[in-house]
């Protein structure tokens, strides 16, 4: 049997080869700081609904190929409330989860060989995607004073086959959140250039929601150049419910119908449902939720502080902080000894793109920050 050489080189799924490292994975000692999951369920309302709903056969079906449209007006609401901009929901599609969603656009926007400039560090799923689709990305540096990428570098990175730039913010995996200037300086770059401005914000929902993210929806053209990305899953705790969203122009989603319909036909129903059950039920709970995790930020930020600690914080925001080891090897061999010797899971900064060996990420979201303090003493431990 031949495979795809596109796939076969592609690097294997980076969660599962961290905990591939794992020699006793049954063990309560493990801190797992590896994956990005709620720590918590839906809260019950959400369950009994949706329990109700599935034993009346109301998810049984499939949907409009868009998703529902009762789903999709919420959330047209939603952002029209977040950003103060003009958003229907004709401009929306509900997608299997957003991995689905960043897959299907980079479908509907690059041809092999095509250009995606994605800042380092990058999420790993985004460049898996594009090396299996054989589409070449073109890295802006990271910064670690900043953890900002620079759109003049991003300029001079364009090039006629440059067909994207692709921004997470609040980012994974470095959990800092990108200024409004920033996004909107990418925005004005994307626009004379007359390419995409994708920007995945998975994770807006766990910082303040008073805080302005950009204004990118106030553009009266923004439906030519602007792509939004957005999961219900983490924010309603749905991640296995596998429900995402693409907010763009009418052209887009034309072509992101075609791909649709190939995949996945539609977002799964039950998914479905639950997402329109929080948007219209569970705001008070969603800012309850991302209380705890600014405040777990804030612990984290604290939790290096310590005097002992030679790992280095860069940055800690939504799900994740992103940290500089000390030592002179690839992270990839430090992530190993941490989980083999000493039960702490992360993941190695090598999963996130070029030149990020010397850095880790944690994932603190389903950790409580009662058990910083062990993660503070097992680092340091480590460092003998």
Known sequence: MIFNPNVFDCAPAPIAEAWSWVTNPGSHQLIDMCQAVPAHLPPQSLRDYLGEAIIKGEAAGYTDIRGILP???????????????????????????????????????????????????????HLMWLSIRGINPKFLSFNPQTTMPDPEQAAALISPRTRAIVL????NPTGSTYSPECIEQ????????????IVDETYRDFIDHQDTIHQLFKHHDWRKYFVHLYSFSKVFALTGHRTGAVAAGAGLLEQLRKIQDCTAICAPHSGQLAALYGLQNLHDWKLEKARELQFRAAAIRTMFKNPDLKYRLLSAGAYFAYIEHPFDEPSRSVVKRLIQEFGLIGLPGSYFGEQQNQFIRLAFANVSENRFEEVARRLIKSQK
């Open 186 to 197: 990418f925005y004005a770059l994307a626009r004379s250039h007359d390419i995409a401005l």
């Open 168 to 171: 997470v913010t609040p980012n």
């Open 71 to 125: 789903l999709r007006q919420e959330l047209a609401k939603n952002i029209e409330s977040r950003y103060q901009g003009q958003v229907s929901a004709d401009d929306i599609i509900i997608t299997a989860g957003c991995n689905q969603a960043f897959c299907s656009v980079i479908d509907s926007l690059c041809d092999r060989g095509d250009e995606v400039i994605i800042p380092l560090p990058s999420y790993f799923n």
